[in-house]
């Protein structure tokens, strides 16, 4: 298996722009988590799916993050609009379900001018 | 207050010397409990699970002592290759929850 992907790896944009940010799950995993990663606020969970269904999306900043699972191979992060603050690496990450071990993709980097 | 709180370090020691981490946790229905490396620019990676009894691989060993709600790390003999970020995760029914990370670099 090729690991939970991310794409794209590294995002400049400008403020105002619309972000989408791409995973594609381990086949198997039924739970997918994005986080995201700065210097000053660690790791933190936005949300995560089980099954495809959100379950928690309690760390989602604001209203203008999104996130979407249509399907068990594919989710979407979607910021709209972004601003400098938005700034920060993006993690996807799936569990297995048997162990709890959970799998990170390498991340979108993503830098909002 | 934090749902996990850890020790932010940076931990500097030498090469074979022991380090210790610990990591508290704010929600006692907490289920299970893991302890993540995270390279430099890289993905976190799980390093070990923690069981309740304790639990050893190799030069690294972790406890999790309940009553108290804090989980442990030690490393003992410590590799030049140890140097990385150790962060301390936390589970309740899948809502998997990191501490902010100790940074420990081990020097020659």
């Known amino acids: 298996d090729a690991g939970v992907i991310q794409s794209p790896r590294h995002e400049v944009t400008e403020m105002g722009q619309e972000v989408t940010l791409r995973c594609k799950p381990i086949?198997?995993?039924?739970?997918l988590f994005w986080y995201r990663q700065t210097m000053m606020r660690g790791l933190e969970l936005l949300i995560y799916f089980n099954n495809n269904v959100p379950i928690d999306d309690s760390g989602m900043p604001e209203d203008r993050f999104s996130a979407k699972m249509p399907n068990a191979s594919f989710s979407t992060l979607k910021i709209q609009p972004s601003e400098p603050r938005d700034s920060a690496v993006y993690f996807c990450?799936?569990?297995?379900?048997?162990?709890?071990?959970?799998?990170f993709g390498e991340g979108s980097r993503l830098t909002v001018l | 207050r934090k749902e996990v709180e850890q020790d932010p370090g940076p931990f500097n020691v030498p090469e074979g010397a022991t380090v210790a981490f610990n990591c508290t946790y704010s929600?006692?229905?907490?289920?299970?409990f893991f302890w993540y490396r995270q390279d430099c620019r890289k993905e976190p990676k799980l390093l070990m699970s923690?069981?309740?009894s304790g639990n050893e691989d190799g030069r690294f060993t972790a406890q999790l002592n309940r009553a108290s709600q804090y989980i442990s790390l030690l490393i003992r003999d410590s590799k030049l290759s140890d140097s990385a970020t150790y962060l301390c995760v936390v589970n309740k029914y899948n809502d998997m929850r990191f501490g902010a990370g100790t940074r420990l670099t081990v020097k020659p």
């Open positions: 929600n006692s229905a907490s289920q299970s």
């Open positions: 923690v069981y309740s």
């Open positions: 990450a799936t569990q297995d379900g048997d162990t709890g071990e959970l799998f």
């Open positions: 086949s198997g995993h039924n739970s």
